[in-house]
């Protein structure tokens, strides 16, 4: 009888602590959910983005391959007409030094002519040569004078074609220059903005890596955290037949003691024993619900983080509890009396130690560094139970400290004497 009041004593005793697990396992498993829903919306939002991105980033280097070419197929005509234009300016160079020649040639056969056909009119005068010679001579003067006048005229012609040529070719250049340049700042436009979109592309792409990262993290903690609620559930479960159990056992017992006292004596029949009380109505220093306002704060330090506030960026997320900075190693006392019913590493509080303080008062106290008590253990108020730590991802030593009414979350503001 006595092992089966003592069973059902504890199980009373961890069952609301269980319960409050199990509250809070299942609002951070909803919360999980949340958020795999909405980083998988995000993914697909930013999958839209970088396609998008991709597709100018096609389009713009596509038209850069194509002003690619034509730059190129400009630099062989520039190459051509340079080239056509050294060829003409050296013919212009030989007809140049051909037609100065040809001129001095010219003005000596002038000259020349000139002073022979002097003599030979007055050698024909004098001499009284034929007339018909005389004739034939001047002839030949003639078609000799016409011949060279021709020649340098078909010089001169040709001298002003290569001039136009040469100007035109030199247009022609001017052109394909500044078409060349045109395209040539087109291009750098161009590559400035790939430049930009890759970088675009760059950052969608780690952006998204980090969200798959994320998503993956955050399904990994829903699976986790699906098997601690259900192991809690099944543990409850467990406890409540374990309970049931022992009460129809020490029922059993009580009613056979009555009646073996009831047939060994002549007495009154005696009224059946009021119901057993549980460990949930035990008090350790006091009631804790008179505590309220009274409370020391469990280490000395600057409040973080209050009760209600929105924690971190995401704004469904609220504390229920409050993060007090202190230095590493400080000392975590009992801000009353109770029993450890928790004293382990729980993922998102790091090392936790849980008080029990009775009628379904709940202390936490996380991110510990070390832990001094073990569950089971009973203290008393101001004992030191744990020292400030960083534990469970905390990137600064800090204490997180909570207090649970029947399961639900409470201010610990307004159980705990202002500090000065």
Same mark, same amino acid.
């Given at each position: ?24 396992? *299942?609002?951070? +498993?909803?919360? =999980? ?5 909405? $980083?998988? #919306?995000?993914?697909?939002? @930013? /999958?839209? %983005?970088?396609?998008?991105? *991709?597709?100018? +980033?096609?389009? =713009? ?5 194509? $002003?690619? #070419?034509?730059?190129?197929? @400009? /630099?062989? %005509? ?6 056509? +234009? ?8 030989? $007809? ?6 040809? /001129? ?317």
């Amino acid at each position: 009888m006595l092992r089966a009041l003592i069973t059902l004593a504890i199980v009373c005793l961890l069952q609301p602590a269980f319960a409050d697990e199990r509250a809070q396992t *299942q609002q951070q +498993l909803d919360a =999980t959910r949340q958020d795999i829903t909405e $980083l998988k #919306k995000l993914l697909g939002k @930013l /999958q839209e %983005e970088k396609s998008g991105v *991709q597709k100018d +980033l096609r389009g =713009t280097e596509t038209e850069m391959g194509k $002003l690619e #070419k034509q730059v190129q197929e @400009l /630099q062989k %005509e520039l190459k051509k007409s340079e080239s056509e +234009l050294e060829r003409l300016d050296a013919e212009k160079k030989k $007809l140049q030094s051909a037609r100065v020649e040809q /001129q001095r040639l010219i003005a000596i056969q002038a000259r020349a002519a000139y002073q022979n056909g002097r003599q030979e009119y007055l050698k024909l005068l004098l001499n009284q040569q034929n007339p018909e010679r005389f004739a034939r001579t001047l002839t030949y003067y003639d078609y000799l004078s016409k011949a060279r006048l021709e020649q340098l005229k078909s010089f001169n012609e040709t001298l002003r074609q290569l001039a136009n040529v040469e100007q035109e070719i030199s247009q022609q250049q001017a052109q394909l220059l500044e078409q060349k340049s045109s395209l040539d700042t087109q291009r750098s436009e161009l590559d400035k903005v790939r430049k930009e979109r890759q970088q675009a592309l760059a950052t969608l792409n780690k952006d998204v890596k980090a969200r798959d990262t994320k998503l993956k993290a955050r399904q990994q903690d829903q699976a986790d955290l699906a098997k601690v609620l259900k192991t809690i559930e099944e543990t409850l479960a467990r406890q409540a037949r374990e309970a049931e159990q022992a009460r129809q056992k020490a029922l059993i017992a009580q009613q056979e003691a009555q009646k073996k006292r009831q047939s060994e004596t002549d007495a009154p029949r005696t009224p059946a024993p009021g119901p057993l009380v549980s460990s949930a109505g035990v008090s350790y220093g006091g009631p804790f619900a008179s505590s309220r306002g009274k409370l020391p704060w469990p280490v000395d330090g600057r409040l973080l983080a209050r009760f209600g506030q929105t924690r971190g960026d995401d704004t469904r997320a609220k504390w229920d509890g409050v993060m007090i900075s202190a230095a590493a190693g400080s000392q975590v006392h009992a801000v009353h009396g109770g029993r450890v019913v928790f004293a382990d590493w729980l993922r998102g509080a790091g090392l936790l130690v849980i008080l029990d303080h009775g009628n379904g008062y709940l202390s936490l106290y996380g991110h510990n560094q070390t832990l001094l008590k073990a569950a089971g253990d009973v203290v008393k108020a101001g004992e030191s139970i744990s020292t400030v730590g960083n534990s469970g991802g905390q990137g600064s030593p800090a204490l997180y400290f909570a207090i649970r009414q029947q399961g639900r979350p409470s201010d610990p503001a307004k159980w705990c004497r202002t500090q000065g």
